[in-house]
């Protein structure tokens, strides 16, 4: 299977990295998407390509250091630790000042890839025009009211070596089975809509591990509060704030947009300036906007599922919110 046409792969902190590229000369805005884990942007490249279709500024997909398609790009000796977030962290401001500092920028992030944008837009000190972020599900924290959730970062840290044992046993099993008896299993379910990119992926070398690794990392890096702080960094940072749950979505808790609507209907954020819209509830206050919304029938790995367009409609839309970004929208009676 060949690679998508926009698709290229760049050295990033001596980490060979699959980017999907759609430049504009137009603008000096750029919207910039960060992925969940598994971290390869290739699984997004037909939402990114519907996206940079209807908008006129840049569009850019970054994936997670060693986490390239292809086992040879994946250069040894990289100055960055792959399997953690704060090495995903650094190799995500790498490619912002690959892109260059003099851009602004509209980050998206789906799953674990809003933990990097919003600390991107909130914990960078300044360094980039950050204009807005854009969450997609975002798998930020778990629930403390679950028994599995309080205990699985316990569990995780008295055993990395078992989750790394795991993922090369995953993969050794996974290698033995037919590329053919794959692709059928996935399309059999019928609503992986890129069941062929699927099947290469879990086939590269390292897949597994890579997986595992920095997933475990993500369940003992994050807390089970919700982190108002960092929220409140990140509004102050940036001119908006767009926030997309699915219901029933077991890595994306309600609770947690529950716990920011509140926020925002008791006017938590008025000292930086921001009016929020959760949904029914509104403050209406200066300066920026926190959106907050809820889909119905979307699924968290949306990439590979059917009805990927609307998760892709809803980010346009908040895209365009952008102070004067309407002038370079396309395509918008196709919605």
């Keep these: 299977m060949s690679l998508p046409a926009a698709a290229t792969c760049i050295d990033l902190m001596g980490c060979m990295t699959d980017i999907i590229a759609h430049p504009s000369q137009s603008t000096d805005l750029c919207v910039v998407f960060v992925p969940g884990n598994p971290g390869t942007v290739l699984f997004y490249d037909k939402f990114l390509a519907w996206l940079a279709s209807r908008l006129g500024c840049g569009v850019f997909g970054v994936s997670y250091a060693c986490h390239a398609l292809e086992a040879e790009k994946v250069a040894e000796g990289g100055r960055v630790e792959p399997g953690t977030l704060e090495g995903q962290l650094k190799h995500k401001r790498a490619f912002l000042d690959w892109l260059g500092r003099d851009k602004r920028f509209v980050l998206v992030g789906h799953s674990i890839g809003c933990y990097l944008t919003e600390r991107l837009a909130a914990r960078s000190g300044g360094r980039y025009n950050v204009e807005a972020c854009v969450h997609l599900m975002p798998f930020h924290r778990f629930d403390p009211d679950k028994t599995l959730d309080r205990l699985g970062p316990q569990l995780l840290a008295k055993v990395p070596t078992a989750v790394r044992g795991l993922g090369w046993a995953l993969e050794r099993v996974v290698s033995a089975v037919p590329d053919a008896a794959l692709l059928s299993a996935m399309k059999a379910s019928g609503s992986v809509v890129n069941a062929d ?93 926190v959106h907050l919304e809820v889909l119905e029938g979307i699924k968290h790995d949306f990439p590979v599922r059917e009805g990927w367009e609307r998760v892709a409609e809803w980010a346009l839309k908040e895209i365009l919110k952008v102070e004067g970004q309407r002038q370079w929208g396309r395509g918008l009676s196709k919605l």
């Design 197 to 289: 990119m699927a099947v290469r992926l879990v086939k590269a070398k390292g897949y597994f591990d890579r997986f595992l690794t920095l997933g475990a990392d993500e369940i003992g890096a994050l807390g089970l509060d919700l982190d108002v702080e960092l929220v409140k960094d990140m509004i102050q940072g940036t001119r908006q704030l767009s926030i997309l749950y699915a219901r029933n979505d077991m890595w994306a808790s309600l609770r947690h947009l529950k716990h920011l609507r509140s926020l925002l209907q008791y006017g938590y954020f008025d000292d930086v300036g921001v009016k929020g819209r959760g949904g029914k509830e509104s403050k209406e206050a200066k300066g920026g906007e």
